[in-house]
């Protein structure tokens, strides 16, 4: 079956400190893969996305590209702000006939200090 | 265009009961998938709707069933509540344009006494 593994966190960072945020993962077929953000008290918000192989998804400063060699999607921003502290999940779909099914991972938990 | 709503946002139960939870779809979305989130389990599928039509299921027990109307908006039922169920319960939509994209609802959250 699917399965997403993220870094364990939590993830305590200076403003405009790197950020890196490991995401793999094991899927049949050819999956879609994503990183969603969630704020306190909030649903989650899609951050970005890649649906096939060397696609880089970015939004807000995020980048991450899907490696299908190290099947890896992991997330990284040059310069993170206190505005970012959230709980980010890596997640993905296999499609075909996983209608409306993602699997996430366990997601991690950032934290930045001015 | 409006986001996913969910309601209640908040419920509180006690164990035995059965609780309904409701979710409208982005206009124009007529796929809503429902997931549970625990601080122990993380975030889980529990199924997904299409067209008035369960087209998936996670592994959760059958007291966890679902239904979609017309109209898409879609709800969803608990029976014989347990301390276990306790839990943020987030829908999703997505449309037939674009269905691996999920947007997801504000959640409700439903804690078992």
């Known amino acids: 079956g699917n399965s997403v593994t993220q870094m364990e966190g939590p993830v305590t960072l200076s403003e405009e400190a790197f950020l890196t945020i490991n995401c793999t993962y094991t899927a049949t077929g050819y999956p879609s893969l994503f990183w969603y953000v969630q704020y306190p008290g909030e649903g989650l918000q899609l951050l970005l996305k890649?649906?096939?192989?060397?696609d880089k998804g970015s939004n807000k400063g995020f980048e991450a590209t899907y490696r299908k060699e190290t099947t890896s999607f992991h997330l990284e921003k040059g310069s993170v702000q206190v505005s970012d502290s959230a709980v980010y999940f890596c997640?993905?779909?296999?499609?075909?006939?996983?209608?409306?099914?993602?699997?996430f991972g366990q997601g991690t938990i950032l934290t930045v200090h001015p | 265009k409006a986001g996913v709503t969910q309601t209640p946002r908040y419920l509180i139960k006690t164990r035995g009961q059965q609780v309904t939870l409701s979710c409208s779809p982005i206009?124009?979305?007529?796929?809503v998938s429902w997931y549970q989130q625990t601080p122990g389990q993380g975030l889980q599928f529990l199924f997904e709707?299409?067209?008035?039509?369960?087209?998936n299921k996670g592994n959760f027990p059958g007291r966890f069933s679902g239904r979609q109307f017309s109209n898409s908006r879609s709800e969803m039922n608990v029976s014989t509540l347990e301390l276990g169920d306790s839990a943020l319960y987030l829908c999703?939509?997505?449309?037939?344009?674009?269905?691996?994209?999920?947007?997801f609802g504000p959640g409700t959250r439903l804690t078992v006494l």
């Open positions: 999703a939509s997505s449309s037939t344009s674009s269905p691996n994209e999920q947007f």
């Open positions: 890649a649906t096939k192989a060397d």
């Open positions: 709707y299409f067209s008035e039509t369960q087209r």
């Open positions: 206009s124009g979305h007529r796929s």
């Open positions: 997640a993905l779909t296999s499609g075909g006939t996983s209608y409306g099914k993602l699997t």
